[in-house]
């Protein structure tokens, strides 16, 4: 069965470093989004992208945040000077369409830990 | 925004038991869905519904648009399904969701 992959599973940085999360989403999906859960707190909305653009964003999604499909396959969450409350764990999903009538497929998260 | 709440935040219950869990929202949607985030992290959709009722094996998801509240139901619970259970609803046009805080379930044997 298709699957969202994420990498790295775990990525420890230090405050002010830039850190990028790869995403793999299901192949024939179109639309892609970007979702992050503080511990202990519930899941957030970061950002959607639909060829190749930004088709919204949330007000966590600021200029720090950017993301880029850089080939075919990937879909990246770069994050350019992280601070200590970007640690948390960070959820890419994918979606055949983006109407509200489809299912989201979500990777298995990179937890994020900012020293 | 649409504000989602569930209840309970938590749940024990015996290793056969019915449970219910419950979602309300605050504006009306096209869909809501129902996820279920395991201990370690990863999150599956369980469903996603605009209407009525589904039924996958042990689980059952019911929703009522004019009421604006969803119901997930475990029938003959099992430890396996201990697990964080969360209700999202669309929040906009590009299918982005809005999720509730969760409900974190223990099923004991």
């Known amino acids: 069965e298709p699957e969202v992959t994420q990498t790295p599973s775990h990525q420890v940085t230090q405050m002010g470093q830039e850190v990028i999360l790869r995403c793999v989403p299901i192949?024939?999906?179109?639309?892609f989004y970007w979702y992050r859960q503080i511990l202990g707190q519930k899941v957030e909305f970061l950002v959607s992208?639909?060829?190749?653009?930004?088709?919204?964003k949330s007000e966590i999604f600021d200029d720090q945040f950017s993301v880029e499909r850089p080939d075919g396959s990937n879909f990246t969450l770069k994050i350019r000077s992280t601070k200590l409350e970007d640690s948390a764990m960070y959820f890419c999903a994918s979606s055949g369409e983006a109407i509200s009538y489809n299912e989201q497929f979500f990777g298995p998260g990179t937890r994020l830990t900012v020293l | 925004k649409n504000e989602v709440e569930q209840s309970p935040q938590n749940l024990t219950a015996q290793e056969g038991e019915f449970i219910t869990i419950n979602c309300s929202y605050s504006?009306?949607?096209?869909?809501l869905h129902w996820l279920q985030q395991h201990p370690g992290g990863g999150i599956v959709s369980l469903f996603m519904l605009s209407s009525g009722k589904k039924k996958h094996g042990r689980l059952i998801a019911t929703i009522n648009i004019q009421e604006k509240h969803s119901s997930l139901h475990i029938t003959a619970s099992h430890p396996r399904d201990s697990a964080v259970y969360i209700c999202a609803v669309d929040g906009g046009s590009q299918g982005n969701l809005i999720f509730g805080k969760g409900t974190k379930l223990s099923v004991k044997p």
């Open positions: 992208f639909y060829n190749n653009e930004i088709s919204e």
């Open positions: 192949s024939n999906h179109l639309y």
């Open positions: 504006v009306g949607i096209s869909a």
